[in-house]
C-alpha cells in the first residue's frame, strides 16, 4: 500500500508569492495534519483536518490555510511568502480523529525555499 | 504549553554501543509518546509508540520506556550499527484541549554511529 504522498518534492519561490502544497494520506485514513520543520529543529504543527474540517491550528500567522477534499487529501496553502517560510513542510495522515492507539504517518514532505 | 526537550543534541558512538536518548516534556496530561527517525532530507519514520497507560515498548533492537508522572522517556538502541545514523525525534501528543492532532516535538538528537 502506498504511503503518504506529497507534491511536489522541492519548490523554490520569491518573496511575496503564493504557494500550494499538496497531500494523499493512506488509503482509509481521514485525519490530515500539516507541520513545518525548519533546519535543525522539530517539526511544528500547523493544522489538524479531519471529515473535511479544521479540528487543530497551531500558532501561525492567517497567511497560512488549508483545505481538505472529499476523497481526504489535503492543500496546504501560503500567501505573501516570506524568507523565514523557508522549510520542509511534513503532512502526516491517521486513521481517526483520536489517535491514542495509532501512530501518525508521516510523507517525505516538500522541500519549500524562498529567495 | 507543552514543551519538548531532547538531550544530548548530538551523539557519535561507534559500532556495536549501546546506547539512550533522552526525552522529556512539561505537561504530564499525554494521550501518547513517539519516537520517530529522519535520514536527512526525508520525512520521519515511526518507531514506537508508547500509551501514556503503558511503561515501555520494544521493537527489535529499540526499547523505549516512559515514566509519565516524571515526564521522561527514553529510548534505547541495542549493539548500534552504521544504519542506525539518522536524527531521532519525540513527540507527546496532549490529552484534552480541541488541538487533537497536534505533536510537539523535541529538537531531536543526532546520531552517528561510526564502523
Known amino acids: 500500500d502506498a504511503g503518504v504522498t506529497q507534491s511536489p518534492t522541492h519548490l523554490i519561490k520569491t518573496r511575496g508569492q503564493q504557494v500550494t502544497l499538496r497531500c494523499s494520506p493512506i488509503?482509509?485514513?481521514?485525519?490530515v495534519s500539516w507541520y513545518q520543520q525548519v533546519l535543525g529543529q522539530g517539526p511544528q504543527f500547523i493544522f489538524q483536518?479531519?471529515?473535511?474540517?479544521?479540528?487543530g491550528r497551531g500558532n501561525f500567522p492567517d497567511r497560512f490555510s488549508a483545505r481538505q477534499f472529499p476523497n481526504y487529501s489535503s492543500e496546504l496553502n501560503v500567501n505573501a511568502l516570506l524568507l523565514g517560510d523557508s522549510a520542509l513542510y511534513l503532512c502526516?495522515?491517521?486513521?481517526?480523529?483520536?489517535?491514542?492507539?495509532?501512530?501518525?504517518?508521516f510523507g517525505d514532505g516538500t522541500r519549500l525555499s524562498i529567495l | 504549553k507543552q514543551e519538548v526537550t531532547q538531550i544530548p543534541a548530538a551523539l557519535s558512538v561507534p559500532e556495536g554501543e549501546n546506547l539512550v536518548l533522552n526525552c522529556s516534556f512539561t505537561?504530564?496530561?499525554?494521550?501518547?509518546l513517539q519516537w520517530f527517525r529522519q535520514d536527512p532530507g526525508k520525512g520521519l519514520t515511526s518507531l514506537l509508540l508508547?500509551?501514556?497507560?503503558?511503561r515501555e515498548q520494544t521493537s527489535g533492537r529499540l526499547n523505549a520506556s516512559l515514566d509519565k508522572s516524571s515526564g521522561r522517556s527514553t529510548l534505547y538502541i541495542a549493539a548500534s550499527q552504521p544504519g542506525d545514523s539518522a536524527t531521532y525525534l519525540c513527540?507527546?501528543?496532549?490529552?484534552?484541549?480541541?488541538?487533537?492532532?497536534?505533536?510537539?516535538f523535541g529538537q531531536g538528537t543526532i546520531l552517528t554511529v561510526h564502523p
Open positions: 502526516a495522515s491517521s486513521a481517526h480523529l483520536g489517535f491514542v492507539n495509532q501512530p501518525q504517518h
Open positions: 488509503s482509509g485514513h481521514k485525519s
Open positions: 483536518y479531519y471529515e473535511k474540517e479544521e479540528r
Open positions: 505537561d504530564s496530561a499525554i494521550y501518547n
Open positions: 508508547i500509551q501514556s497507560s503503558q
Open positions: 513527540a507527546v501528543s496532549n490529552a484534552g484541549g480541541t488541538s487533537y492532532g497536534k505533536l510537539t
